[in-house]
Every structure is written in structure tokens, then in C-alpha cells.
């Protein structure tokens, strides 16, 4: 079995997993753990069930992530082309799972469309399937091509293709798409905020005010903090040879993705940043 098809099944089954806790698994433990479940209205038990799924995919890509970027020697000794095993499998689980809630998104916009998810949805699946597959169809289009004898149309693809085409092995930037991962584990505590306000939970009770300096703290630490030093990162690698052989495409959509999602980080920031205003002033 090729490292692709070992990819394309882990996605598979990644969705299918998401597919099986939202539509039985989460629904069953749910009324086992919380009586009010039952009581919920139809809308409010899809957002229950995906958040379910949410704090599940949060909880083991965070903790995936996290190990890889202290422990993965493979990766952490060339963080451009650095690549490991488990860390395409860490990439593709979460691949799974962002389609599962894209579709989940699209198929009830009325009880839990967000325009915002659905932007940051596909830019990370752009990014992660960059990672792992578009580099090994370069490679498949290059070999079509070259079967073929000199006809125009194989020679303009293949001009096409090596003005794109990296000169590095396939995980390109998986290390840094596996750090991206990491911020899933704030993920887990905005679902869990979700949970309380939706059971009745006051905004001034413990656990939603432990809950707000948990998120806030998380959130701040693992999404804004970090972007400095990462965009400092990519300005001392700009020009090396270990960025040039990237090549064009990979270093826009390096670039390109990352700005789209810290911009989006910011916005959500500024968020948290008036609820605590709002808070602060109404007690």
C-alpha cells in the first residue's frame, strides 16, 4: 500500500468515525450524561452533536500535535521538508474531520451555518491537502505527460507544472500544518462554553467565568502570541535555498493561508476581548 492510499484511507476513515459519533454515538452518551439533552430543540441538538464531534477531533489532533512538535525528531530536524509517519496521519485525521463538518455546515445552514467556519473550513483543507496528496499528483501529471510524445498539449502542461512543482519530497510544511493543529485544544474549551450557556448556566456562575479565563488564556497563548515569531520565521527563511525549493505555489499558499486564518484568529480575539469588557461593565 503507497503512502497515498494510506493517507486517503485515513481520511475516509476519519469521516466516517465523525459521521458515526454525530449521528448515533453523541446523541446516546448525551441523554446518558445530561437529562436536559432530550429536552433540546431539533437545532440545538445538531450544534450539540457537532460540537460533540468537535471536542472529540479538538482533543486528539491537540494532543497528537502537541507530542509531535516536542518529541518528532523527523520533523523538528528540517521544518520545511521535515516528515513522519504519524504526523501525516495527525494531518489526515483532521482532514476527515474538516470535511465532515464543511458538509455539515452546507447540509444545516439554518441551525449552525457560519460563513466564518465555512472560510476557515476550506482554507485549512486547502492547506492540509496541499501537504498531502497535491504534491504526489504533480508527480503523477508529469509522468502522464512524459509517456506521451512531444504533442503540444503535454509540453504546455508540463511548462505549466514546472513552474509550480517543488523540488522537495512529499509533507512539504507538514510540520508547520501539524502546529496549526496545536490551537485545536482551545477548541475544546469553546465547546465546552457552548455547553453551559445552552444547559442554563448563568454568565456570572463559576464555571462560566473559569470557563471565559480558561478560553481567553488558551486562545490568546496558542493563536495570537504565536504569530509574531512565526511570520519572524518566514521572513529570516525568505530567499534561502531551503525556501526557494519550495517553489511558487507552496510559498503563496504558505503565506496566503496563514494570513487568512491569524486574521480570523484576531477578529474571534477582539471577540472574547468585548465579551470581558461587557462582563466587567454589567457586573
Not at 109 to 117: D, F, K, L, M, S
Not at 183 to 198: D, K, N, P
Not at 199 to 214: H, P, R, T
Request: glycine content about 4%; hydrophobic content about 55%.
Amino acid at each position: 500500500m503507497d503512502a497515498i492510499t494510506k493517507i486517503l484511507g485515513t481520511i475516509f476513515a476519519s469521516f466516517v468515525t465523525c459521521q458515526l459519533l454525530f449521528h448515533f454515538v453523541s446523541s446516546w452518551f448525551s441523554a446518558k450524561v445530561s437529562p436536559d439533552f432530550n429536552s433540546l430543540s431539533l437545532e440545538k441538538k445538531i450544534e450539540w452533536n457537532s460540537r460533540v464531534v468537535a471536542s472529540c477531533q479538538s482533543l486528539v489532533a491537540g494532543v497528537f500535535s502537541l507530542y509531535i512538535f516536542i518529541f518528532d525528531e523527523a520533523a523538528i530536524a528540517d521544518l520545511l521538508g521535515g516528515n513522519s509517519s504519524l504526523l501525516n496521519v495527525n494531518i489526515a485525521i483532521s482532514t476527515g474531520y474538516f470535511i465532515f463538518d464543511l458538509l455539515l455546515l452546507i447540509f444545516y445552514w439554518r441551525a449552525i451555518g457560519r460563513i466564518a467556519y465555512v472560510i476557515h473550513h476550506c482554507t485549512v483543507l486547502y492547506a492540509f491537502c496541499l501537504i498531502l496528496v497535491l504534491l504526489s499528483w504533480f508527480r503523477l501529471i508529469v509522468t502522464l505527460c512524459t509517456t506521451e510524445r512531444n504533442t503540444a498539449w503535454s509540453c504546455t502542461i508540463l511548462s505549466i507544472v514546472a513552474m509550480f512543482e517543488p523540488t522537495v519530497k512529499e509533507g512539504v510544511l507538514a510540520y508547520f500544518g501539524n502546529f496549526r493543529l496545536i490551537v485545536e485544544l482551545s477548541t475544546l474549551i469553546f465547546s465546552q462554553r457552548w455547553f453551559l450557556q445552552t444547559l442554563g448556566y448563568s454568565k456570572y456562575s463559576e464555571a462560566y467565568v473559569i470557563n471565559g479565563l480558561l478560553m481567553t488564556v488558551m486562545f490568546f497563548v496558542m493563536r495570537i502570541a504565536v504569530i509574531p515569531p512565526f511570520y519572524f520565521f518566514i521572513y529570516c527563511m525568505y530567499g534561502t535555498e531551503a525556501y526557494l525549493r519550495l517553489g511558487l505555489l507552496i510559498q503563496c499558499s504558505w503565506i496566503s493561508s496563514s494570513v487568512v486564518l491569524d486574521v480570523m484568529n484576531v477578529m474571534w480575539m477582539i471577540q472574547i476581548t468585548r465579551w470581558w469588557v461587557h462582563l466587567i461593565k454589567s457586573h
